[in-house]
């Protein structure tokens, strides 16, 4: 793995994966609904095109996809993941997200260049964050190694690769590296890019509610540095 966790990502073989492909596209495949799937692309901001799958009923089908089939390794992971980021419709990117969601404890420190592929690639807030929050995250909570990773990536120049660093504590609670967290939102302070800023307000939201005062105090002192909509953000739900 390089120091940015940026190396290659190659599609190892995986008899797993095969199945799972061929049992996933077609039944995706079988329940595409073109009129919805355009609604969802304009939604989207036209970022991929769309099978016009709902959520329950991608899920649901998701479901009856995976039934019987053994848990995987990470070979199986990483192949899944990248073949299902090679298709163009952006329900099979959502499946492999919830398939890394469910698996992430399976997958050593050596995905996270994986994670990096997935996370530049057709890059939008509705797979990054996944991603982040609970991939990511649960990599580095795993190999605290990782932690030196994450702070290359919040300097990066993609704003994803730099709103993953901002997110991949969310679930941490208790167990937040305050000093980076609070080091990371004043890095990007001032971001020009509304994700950016959205993010770094949404983390500290979400420590919040585990220590509404670390988050005040730090705000008290700092909130000069931050966009307006930073600041409604972090202070959502304790005020300040």
């Not at 592929?117 to 939008?124: K, N």
């Amino acid at each position: 793995m390089t120091v940015t966790g940026a190396g290659p990502a190659e599609v190892p073989h995986s008899t797993l994966a095969d199945t799972v492909i061929e049992r996933l596209t077609a039944a995706y495949g079988a329940a595409a609904d073109p009129g919805r799937a355009a609604v969802m692309r304009a939604y989207m901001k036209d970022v991929a095109p769309f099978l016009g799958l709902p959520t329950p009923e991608r899920r649901a089908l998701s479901r009856t996809v995976l039934a019987g089939t053994p848990r995987p390794d990470e070979a199986d992971c990483t192949a899944l993941a990248l073949r299902c980021w090679a298709l163009p419709q952006r329900e099979y990117h959502y499946f492999a997200v919830d398939y890394l969601r469910r698996y992430a404890g399976r997958c050593s420190s050596a995905f996270l260049p994986v994670a990096h592929r997935l996370i530049t690639t057709t890059s939008w807030w509705d797979t990054v964050d996944p991603l982040a929050a609970h991939v990511v995250g649960a990599l580095v909570a795993a190999d605290a190694r990782l932690a030196a990773v994450m702070d290359t990536w919040i300097a990066d120049d993609d704003l994803w690769v730099a709103r993953t660093a901002l997110l991949h504590q969310l679930r941490y609670k208790e167990r937040t590296d305050t000093d980076r967290l609070f080091a990371y939102c004043l890095r990007q302070s001032g971001h020009p890019d509304f994700f950016v800023r959205k993010a770094i307000g949404w983390c500290l939201r979400e420590y919040a509610r585990t220590d509404p005062e670390a988050v005040r105090t730090f705000l008290a002192r700092e909130r000069g540095r931050f966009a307006p909509l930073t600041v409604r953000e972090a202070l959502k739900n304790i005020g300040g």
